[in-house]
């Protein structure tokens, strides 16, 4: 980029403050003004009628990398990232070998310095005995703990155990919410249902509750923080209410296709590829979903991108692998929804960037701002197009949304000040960086 400098001019900014006219520059990677530019030092990007947001934040993906990278891996999860506007994401660690040690992560963080296009950071996972790893290995957004069985090969669902790892450390917990005794029960019971709309009723709304309040109990006793993955039930949305969100200390998330897809229609639609954990529910807990983002029950969301390929997801309900691909989509998909009247842009925004990154701590991330990193995604609000028609970055390449003509669409994606992303087309030679986690700038409770 000529002279370290990228000037941004004539679009609709997404300020904090609201909508605003004007121009932003970049100068080595950090935003340097915001408002009126008077030069146009380096390269000019013209954005006029596209509004300019802050680069958005997934929080939770599976990039499959090491171990499943047939599936993706951390260059083409990025690439997706980018297309999609993406400029952030946190990976979880159900690999294989799983990031649950000092070297895994440090495989991990390496490769991602090598081929990511966008900004990165990992969760460590847990297991019942490395407590030493989760609080010690540096730099990480969290400490992930499956209480149910997933995709992948870690669980932490003895009592137990799950009181050690909240008794010690000030890392926040992120925690996929199932009851696993209650899952094996509904397996056995549900043990001759071939078709794809068992699976709500096997991974059932009782297994989440179940769950979701162990890990507020757990939170409580210890002060410690606490972040619910993908929401998806109306009950837990009420029990965040009555809890007071464990008195400000814990957050939580849901995700686009819960929000916009639900069953049993999605399963009668899509078979199969709707199969996800925890899964897609009925249109009454969507709507309370949407109810739990308006009023802040919800704080943000997240894709959960987790990447099959055509064959493993044709595979019979039983043997097909759970987990759906989104971070290609979710901001088109919620821009979208806004377009519809189901949420305003400027929400989307405190959705899937400020909110994230202020939970996790992510030093630059998350505004337009003066200081900030130079991460944006231009969007075209007016853009119609259907999903998938100019093809996927995703190794999978396919999509729930496949076929649905959608309005609002991101078009240029910068990543600390260089383009990584426009005209369809990831640009050579950019390069993401590993995302400075802040314990004391996180997420605080309300005084």
Excluded at 239 to 267: F, I, S
Aim: glycine share 10%; charged share 25%; hydrophobic share 40%.
């Amino acid at each position: 980029m000529s002279n370290g400098t990228l000037t941004v001019r004539g679009g609709t900014l997404a300020l904090p403050t609201g909508r605003v006219e004007g121009d932003i520059q970049i100068v080595d990677g950090k935003i340097t003004a915001v408002g009126q530019v008077g030069d146009d030092r380096g390269d000019v990007i013209d954005a006029t009628g596209l509004m300019v947001m802050p680069g958005a934040v997934d929080p939770q993906v599976h990039f499959r990398d090491p171990g499943l990278t047939h599936k993706e891996d951390l260059e083409t999860g990025a690439r997706a990232c980018a297309a999609g506007g993406i400029t952030s994401f946190l990976e979880m660690p159900n690999t294989r070998p799983t990031t649950t040690t000092y070297e895994a992560m440090a495989a991990k963080k390496a490769r991602a310095a090598e081929v990511c296009v966008v900004n990165y950071n990992f969760f460590v996972g847990a297991t019942a005995d490395n407590l030493d790893v989760l609080n010690g290995v540096q730099n990480v957004c969290g400490i992930k703990i499956f209480m149910g069985a997933s995709t992948g090969d870690l669980l932490v669902s003895d009592p137990e155990d799950l009181d050690r790892i909240f008794a010690r450390g000030r890392r926040l917990i992120a925690v996929h919410a199932e009851d696993e005794a209650r899952l094996k029960e509904r397996k056995v019971a549900f043990a001759d249902r071939t078709d794809p709309t068992a699976h709500p009723e096997i991974r059932d709304v009782t297994s989440a509750v179940l769950a979701s309040t162990l890990a507020l109990d757990l939170s409580e006793k210890y002060d410690r923080r606490l972040h619910i993955l993908h929401l998806s039930t109306g009950d837990e949305v009420q029990l965040l209410r009555d809890r007071g969100k464990g008195g400000g200390r814990v957050t939580t998330e849901t995700l686009p296709q819960y929000l916009l897809l639900h069953g049993p229609e999605a399963y009668e639609a899509l078979g199969t590829k709707a199969q996800m954990n925890p899964p897609i529910r009925t249109k009454d807990h969507q709507e309370a979903l949407w109810k739990g983002l308006h009023d802040g029950t919800i704080d943000c969301i997240a894709t959960d991108h987790a990447p099959h390929t055509l064959d493993e997801k044709a595979l019979p309900f039983g043997r097909a692998p759970s987990g759906i691909p989104g971070v290609e989509t979710s901001l088109a998909v919620m821009l979208d929804a806004a377009h519809r009247g189901l949420c305003s842009v400027e929400q989307i925004v405190q959705w899937m960037s400020a909110v994230p990154a202020r939970i996790y701590g992510m030093a630059g991330k998350g505004q337009l701002a003066v200081g900030m990193d130079g991460d944006l995604a231009l969007v075209d609000l007016k853009k119609t197009e259907k999903v998938g028609a100019r093809g996927y970055f995703t190794k999978v390449g396919w999509n729930p949304f496949d076929g649905q003509t959608i309005t609002g669409w991101p078009v240029m994606t910068v990543v600390h000040g260089r383009v990584a992303f426009r005209d369809n087309e990831i640009q050579p030679g950019v390069r993401g960086q590993e995302i400075r986690i802040d314990l004391d700038a996180g997420w605080s409770r309300p005084a």
